[in-house]
């Protein structure tokens, strides 16, 4: 590792030891990163130090922030973090807010200033709120003045939190206040190291105790030069916009790194339901939209009332994409969807094809840049048609802040992202199940999304959830937990009528021996399944069972 930009050497005294990290690759010639690195003056400085900083970046319903304003208010902010607030390089800084620009801002100026962000999703409560503040030991949060109520109760919980900076507030020492002080308008970017972390992303909790995982300066950028650059492909006159938090790396790289990366703009807004989002599309002509599958399956019946024909790339994350939603969506706007798989410690997608060579049921090919495998148990290659684990690596990777599951996380130096996969001869990767979602029933194995897949085709059913449930005869069963539609009634006839449709999609064997009809299902606050939580439900109800 090359000499810190930090002062503060929390991160670099908490990253996982040499031989529990995975191996690092950079196989193109562009991802060889000099050694002094700060990230934002790439993604931002640098667009307007050749000209082109009347270029629109920040689009929002309030203003539209060019490159060079954004840059000047960016500068401000940074000045406010080490000026007023204190803050030492290296130091990690909370950030609250919604998507909008002062939460832009905020992430820009604390890793400008040689700060490491950790945004934080504006539905987490007190208790959620904690948990990172006291692994990261965060001394300094800033924070939207609407979401003080939690962030206050999570400071009274934790006595790492020393300070809250507000913004859009009537204190007087509001950040915007602040940042309005003569001479503030200027600031060098820190001089970090390329291997100094600049962001920790805790994972959303899918599997239980959140995980912090912490990047560089240069993954920052190796994500757009790799993913954006090849798979993606923006131009300069591209508008982003989507559904996701700035909190979650999946929505970072959609709003703020790709687009920058490539001079582009971003829309953003607070409130993005599939309504909001694909008006939003209407409104502000975004050509490329990130949002997760459930989006695209809302909205379609209700594409006649939005106008989204200045759409040209439509990418999909966060949970697998059913075949049905693909093919729906092709057939009723003509874009396909571009699927991808990414994880928080991988920082974003690397197992991703570009809408002319997107395939209906498929999550694409590697991202150039990174390598993929199937492998089996033992960590051996498989060839293609087999399923297995996936196994992958490349210029990002997995390094948990002081947490043992890094060991499990990484493995012979392949990042081990938890999901079994297909791959064909062509290259092409088919998600098959989370690895711990694979339900083993009197010896067969069928995969939880695959049936979940088949219900969601059955126009009764809105959302559902497959897991395995405790069964004495069989080992496991098949269960499902469906919501309805409105105008459908969750009773015994309904059970059998959706048992006898997955019979027809997929093979017999798999259909849900179980259906319990629930209002709503467990998330994250990103919208992802909680399937942990699921199976704790089926545990609980299967045990009531047998004590009766």
């Keep these: 590792m090359t000499r810190s930009g930090h002062v503060d050497s929390f991160t670099r005294d908490h990253l996982p030891p040499r031989e529990e990290m995975p191996d690092f690759r950079f196989a193109q010639a562009d991802l060889n990163y000099p050694e002094r690195l700060n990230c934002v003056a790439e993604l931002l400085d640098r667009w307007v130090a050749v000209g082109k900083g009347d270029q629109p970046c920040l689009i929002t319903p309030g203003e539209t922030l060019t490159y060079a304003s954004l840059q000047e208010r960016v500068n401000r902010l940074a000045?406010?973090?080490?000026?007023?607030?204190?803050?030492?390089?290296?130091?990690?800084?909370?950030?609250?807010?919604?998507?909008?620009a002062m939460m832009a801002t905020a992430w820009l100026a604390v890793i400008k200033a040689g700060g490491v962000t950790v945004a934080t999703m504006p539905l987490l409560r007190a208790k959620e709120l904690a948990y990172p503040i006291r692994k990261a030991k965060i001394a300094l949060a800033l924070c939207d003045a609407r979401?003080?109520?939690?962030?206050?109760?999570a400071k009274e919980q934790s006595s790492d939190l020393e300070r809250i900076a507000y913004w859009g507030g009537d204190r007087a020492d509001d950040l915007t206040k602040l940042m309005s002080k003569p001479g503030y308008e200027r600031f060098e970017a820190a001089d970090?190291?390329?291997?100094?972390?600049?962001?920790?992303a805790f994972t959303s909790g899918t599997t239980g105790e959140?995980?912090?995982?912490?990047?560089?300066?240069?993954?920052?950028?190796?994500?757009?030069?790799?993913?954006?650059?090849?798979v993606l492909r923006p131009v300069a006159s591209d508008r982003f916009i989507g559904s996701a938090p700035l909190a979650f790396t999946y929505g970072l790289g959609g709003h703020l790194l790709f687009p920058m990366r490539a001079g582009a703009s971003s829309i953003l807004i607070e409130r993005a339901t599939p309504d909001e989002l694909f008006g939003a599309v209407a409104a502000y002509r975004a050509t490329i939209c990130f949002t997760a599958p459930t989006a695209y399956r809302v909205i379609l019946p209700k594409l006649a009332s939005h106008n989204i024909s200045s759409l040209k790339k439509c990418v999909s994350a966060g949970e697998t994409l059913p075949k049905a939603t693909f093919e729906a969506w092709h057939k009723a706007t003509g874009l396909r969807i571009m699927d991808g798989l990414g994880s928080t410690e991988m920082l974003h997608i690397f197992i991703g094809s570009a809408d002319d060579e997107a395939n209906a049921g498929a999550t694409g090919r590697v991202v150039p840049?990174?390598?993929?495998?199937?492998?089996?148990?033992?960590?051996?290659?498989?060839?293609?048609?087999?399923?297995?684990?996936?196994?992958?690596?490349?210029?990002?990777?997995?390094?948990?802040?002081?947490?043992?599951?890094?060991?499990?996380?990484?493995?012979?130096?392949?990042?081990?992202?938890?999901?079994?996969?297909?791959?064909?001869?062509a290259g092409y990767f088919y998600y098959q199940a989370r690895s711990d979602d694979m339900i083993i029933s009197a010896g067969y194995n069928i995969a939880g999304p695959e049936v979940e897949a088949a219900l969601l085709t059955h126009p009764a059913v809105a959302e559902c959830g497959v897991v395995g449930a405790p069964d004495q005869d069989r080992g496991m069963i098949v269960k499902a937990?469906?919501?309805?539609?409105?105008?459908?009634?969750?009773?015994a006839a309904l059970t059998k009528l959706l048992q006898d449709y997955v019979k027809e999609q997929i093979a017999p064997f798999k259909y849900p021996r179980a259906i319990e009809y629930v209002t709503e299902l467990p998330k994250t606050p990103t919208g992802k399944l909680q399937r942990f939580e699921?199976?704790?439900?089926a545990a609980a109800s299967a045990g009531q069972k047998l004590a009766s």
Excluded at 147 to 153: G, P
Excluded at 481 to 491: E, H
């Design 79 to 100: 000045n406010v973090l080490t000026r007023d607030l204190g803050l030492a390089t290296g130091n990690r800084v909370l950030l609250r807010g919604p998507n909008n």
């Design 192 to 200: 970090t190291a390329a291997d100094d972390v600049c962001l920790i």
């Design 369 to 425: 840049g990174y390598e993929a495998r199937v492998v089996d148990d033992a960590g051996r290659e498989l060839p293609p048609g087999t399923v297995g684990r996936l196994a992958v690596r490349g210029p990002t990777g997995c390094r948990y802040l002081a947490d043992a599951r890094q060991r499990k996380y990484v493995e012979s130096g392949w990042n081990m992202p938890g999901d079994t996969y297909m791959m064909d001869t």
């Design 481 to 491: 937990y469906v919501v309805l539609r409105p105008d459908r009634t969750g009773d």
């Design 210 to 230: 959140p995980k912090g995982t912490m990047h560089f300066h240069r993954d920052m950028l190796a994500t757009c030069d790799t993913y954006g650059r090849n």
């Design 534 to 537: 699921l199976r704790r439900m």
């Design 147 to 153: 979401l003080s109520e939690d962030l206050e109760k």
